[in-house]
């Protein structure tokens, strides 16, 4: 089983940019997939969720509005679009697989730097 993240990085305030989550080793469709975020001495943060089917979404208030998450059932990934970018955005992001029928199960990616700064 693999979540191997890829994007992020440095970028301005006002800025955009793009991760991705290729799943591996299991079935990607089943899962619920979830960006989550972490910035040194706080908990982890759910940003974003797209549901099994990709039919909803859900966002925390702070990137609602700002966050794009989506997902490619067939190429067995998952992206978290974030554009309007703020420094308060700035964190390690990761990515997550999550069902809990027919047991609890949680994947999760190697995180990924994200840096907002001028």
């Known amino acids: 089983v693999q979540l191997v993240q890829s994007g992020g990085g440095l970028v301005q305030p006002g800025g955009s940019l793009r991760l991705s989550c290729a799943a591996s080793g299991f079935t990607f469709g089943s899962y619920t997939m979830n960006w989550f975020r972490q910035t040194p001495g706080k908990e982890r943060e759910l940003v974003a969720t797209s549901t099994r089917g990709g039919s909803s979404t859900h966002y925390a208030h702070s990137v609602k509005d700002r966050f794009t998450v989506s997902r490619d059932n067939v190429k067995n990934t998952v992206y978290l679009q974030m554009n309007s970018l703020k420094p308060e955005d700035t964190a390690v992001y990761y990515c997550?697989?999550?069902?809990?029928?027919?047991?609890?199960?949680?994947?999760w990616g190697q995180g990924t730097q994200v840096t907002v700064s001028s």
């Open positions: 997550n697989a999550y069902r809990v029928f027919p047991n609890r199960t949680d994947y």
